[in-house]
């Protein structure tokens, strides 16, 4: 029904700058809530930042002032800009949309119903 494809991942010095985009296909009507997630190896799914049409932003504590998550309805594309990047934000991260419903929290894993595949962020120092 919709599908996610996750883009703009890479290889950045810490300190550095990347920003990734999610351009989504298919039936998009009724998306209300879309998120970015990180998951680290070893480590569980974390969401990172979520938009909510009523609702707004929220990120998580580690990336507050860093990142910032935003939306272009036009394009069908979700992004999240990432400054000062550390090596503890290297991770595959992935954006996720939520069809047919509103969220109660844009960075629950569960709210969402369709997911991209993932793109690979990898911050050195």
């Known amino acids: 029904q919709v599908q996610l494809v996750e883009s703009g991942g890479g290889s950045v010095q810490a300190g550095g700058s990347l920003t990734l985009a999610c351009v989504a296909s298919?039936?998009?009507?009724?998306?209300?809530?879309r998120g970015w997630f990180r998951q680290a190896p070893g480590k569980e799914r974390e969401g990172v930042a979520g938009?909510?049409?009523?609702?707004?932003?929220m990120y998580a504590d580690s990336v507050k002032g860093r990142f910032t998550i935003s939306r272009d309805n036009a394009k069908n594309t979700l992004y999240l800009q990432m400054n000062s990047l550390k090596p503890e934000d290297s991770a595959m991260y992935y954006c996720?949309?939520?069809?047919?419903?509103?969220?109660?929290?844009?960075?629950?894993?569960?709210?969402?119903?369709?997911w991209g595949q993932g793109t690979q962020v990898t911050v050195s120092s």
């Open positions: 938009i909510d049409n009523d609702r707004g932003t």
């Open positions: 996720a949309v939520k069809v047919g419903g509103y969220c109660d929290d844009s960075l629950d894993q569960a709210e969402y119903n369709f």
């Open positions: 298919g039936y998009t009507y009724s998306t209300y809530c």
